[in-house]
């Protein structure tokens, strides 16, 4: 199929584009990598009276890392007057470049790891970081590292600039709390503390295709101490999902074997999966059960703590 009409923009600023959004009166759709929403428009499931494209807004693709400072505890940390280690990165920048960038590799290598999770070589070349998050897609990595490393994204619009948490984005199946008129600018993910372990772990039908289930997991520990943990979900339902409970569990026991099965078994019990045509609700529980368990392990083989 093709689309239907719509008009197309390709604005070469970020005002421009907003101009155009409040044109349109919640009509538009916003053009990033296109990975998503170009099928959704091909078979006709959107039907928007323009696009507006912002490929061509080159201020939207960038990778910084900085102090910004929190106005509470980030992963575990009191606030400092120096701030958290942030990585800062454009909306528009490429999976592809994330992929392959020393700074994100440094800094946040769980995102370095869950890029590789995602479809095939001409996706990660065009799709972008924020059009993923916009897409909200709960079967998607990036809404799940996001969680896990309790990220926020900045929105702009007519109105100014805002910071959104990550836990307060994603509302439901393919929905965000960005208006109409807003764009997603920029992703900021705090570092997680020195000697942290990381892994993603997810099972789909075939590669490349979206996960049935995905679990993020970050590990610090000082010896066989948990100092912090989190763990997050993809495909376990309608918005990825914190699993705190199960991370409860081995701050407060260690890491021992015992405590990593029972956070397993807690985490099957915390997600509430849809049963489709892939796979059952009951299947995906006992997913989250394996894959957390499996995660926290690979987690903690590179975690250097203590």
């Given at each position: ?52 494209d912002i490929n061509r807004i080159p201020a939207l693709a ?6 910004i400072a929190e106005p509470g505890p980030a992963h575990g ?135 049935l289930v995905g679990i993020a997991a970050v590990i610090a ?86």
């Open positions: 199929m093709k689309p239907a009409k719509f008009d197309y923009w390709a604005p070469a600023s970020v005002d421009e584009a907003l101009a155009l959004l409040t044109r349109y009166g919640g009509e538009a759709k916003i053009l990033a990598g296109g990975q998503s929403l170009v099928p959704l428009l091909n078979f006709r499931l959107s039907r928007p009276a323009a696009l507006i960038y990778i910084r890392a900085e102090n940390r009191p606030p400092t007057t120096e701030g958290v280690l942030t990585v800062r990165i454009g909306a528009m920048t490429r999976q592809r470049t994330i992929e392959f960038s020393p700074a994100i590799a440094e800094r946040v290598p769980l995102l370095t790891e869950a890029t590789r999770w995602v479809g095939h070589l001409p996706i990660r070349s065009r799709g972008t970081i924020g059009g993923s998050l916009a897409h909200a897609d709960p079967s998607a990595e990036y809404p799940t590292v996001l969680t896990a490393l309790g990220g926020s994204v900045v929105a702009r619009g007519p109105k100014g600039e805002r910071t959104i948490a990550g836990s307060e984005l994603f509302q439901t199946y393919l929905t965000t709390s960005l208006a109409a008129d807003e764009i997603l600018t920029e992703v900021r993910l705090p570092a997680p503390p020195a000697g942290a372990g990381y892994a993603f772990e997810e099972l789909a039908r075939r590669h490349g295709d979206f996960a520990r000082q010896g066989e101490r948990c100092t912090m943990a989190r763990l997050a979900t993809s495909g376990a339902g309608p918005v990825p999902l914190r699993l705190r409970a199960a991370e409860e569990i081995l701050e407060r026991d260690g890491f021992g074997d015992a405590a990593i099965e029972a956070a397993g078994r807690r985490a099957s019990e915390l997600v509430n999966p849809d049963s489709d045509i892939h796979a059952s609700a009951d299947y995906r529980r006992h997913l989250a059960g394996v894959l957390t368990q499996r995660a926290i392990k690979r987690a903690l083989t590179q975690a250097t703590g203590g």
